[in-house]
């Protein structure tokens, strides 16, 4: 499995351009996130969704837009880019987990795509 | 606002020693307590997790305290190594075998020297 892969590995934009940020998953996870990651903010949850057809709002959504058509993909959109845009974008996924006492539920993440709007 | 308050922002041990990094919260609907480790130019990987339903937890070298009444939790990373220097970041979540809202902390760069 190649787990969680992200493209591209970097990218410099202008403000005001739009681009995709790809994110694909091949373990068939039906949960998908997108996080930013600041210096001396950690991750902050962009988007998520809990499978095809679903996607919901985390804490910093703004500027952004998600869809799900497959299991596999969760593409993030910035539709006019913002040097506040400039970061580290995080994708994760994981299974749909059943509550068990003791259990982990552990994301996993991708290699991460380093963003920067001038 | 940081529901997720995590110190020390550094630490500096040498090999052998027992780095402690701290996190506290507010919200006592959190339920799920895991520990992530990122290397420079990866993606975080959960370390160890806790529910707080126990007050420790021990995976190899790590272990997490937790003490719900004053709602801390914190991780010890036993005998030290250099392999070991990375970022650490505590986070929290409300039912999180149904939702993947973790809430993380601001993370602790961890340098252990030879």
């Known amino acids: 499995n190649a787990g969680v892969t992200q493209t591209p590995k970097f990218q410099v934009l202008k403000t005001g351009q739009s681009m995709t940020l790809q994110c694909a998953q091949d373990?068939?996870?039906?949960?998908m996130s997108w996080y930013r990651q600041d210096p001396g903010m950690g991750l902050r949850l962009i988007h998520y969704?809990?499978?095809?057809?679903?996607?919901d709002q985390g804490e910093v959504p703004n500027g952004y837009n998600v869809s799900r058509s497959t299991t596999e993909d969760f593409p993030l959109r910035l539709l006019s880019a913002a040097p506040s845009q400039t970061s580290v974008y995080f994708c994760?996924?994981?299974?749909?987990?059943?509550?068990?006492?003791?259990?982990?539920?552990?994301?996993?993440f991708g290699p991460g795509t380093r963003l920067t709007v001038t | 606002q940081q529901q997720v308050k995590q110190s020390p922002q550094s630490l500096i041990v040498q090999k052998g020693g027992i780095p402690i990094i701290n996190c506290a919260y507010e919200?006592?609907?959190?339920?799920?307590f895991p520990w992530y480790q990122q290397f420079p130019g990866k993606g975080p990987a959960l370390l160890i997790a806790?529910?707080?339903?126990?007050s420790e937890k021990k995976e190899g070298r790590f272990t997490i305290s937790f003490n719900k009444s004053a709602k801390q939790f914190s991780l010890h990373i036993m005998d030290s190594q250099p392999g070991d220097s990375a970022t650490y970041f505590c986070?929290?979540?409300?039912?999180?075998?149904?939702?993947?809202?973790?809430?993380f902390g601001t993370g602790t760069r961890l340098q252990v020297f030879p």
């Open positions: 969704s809990v499978g095809a057809g679903i996607t």
């Open positions: 373990m068939n996870h039906e949960y």
């Open positions: 919200n006592t609907a959190f339920d799920y």
């Open positions: 994760a996924s994981r299974p749909r987990g059943v509550y068990r006492p003791g259990s982990s539920y552990e994301q996993y």
């Open positions: 986070a929290a979540s409300i039912g999180s075998y149904n939702t993947d809202k973790l809430i």
């Open positions: 806790i529910r707080p339903d126990v």
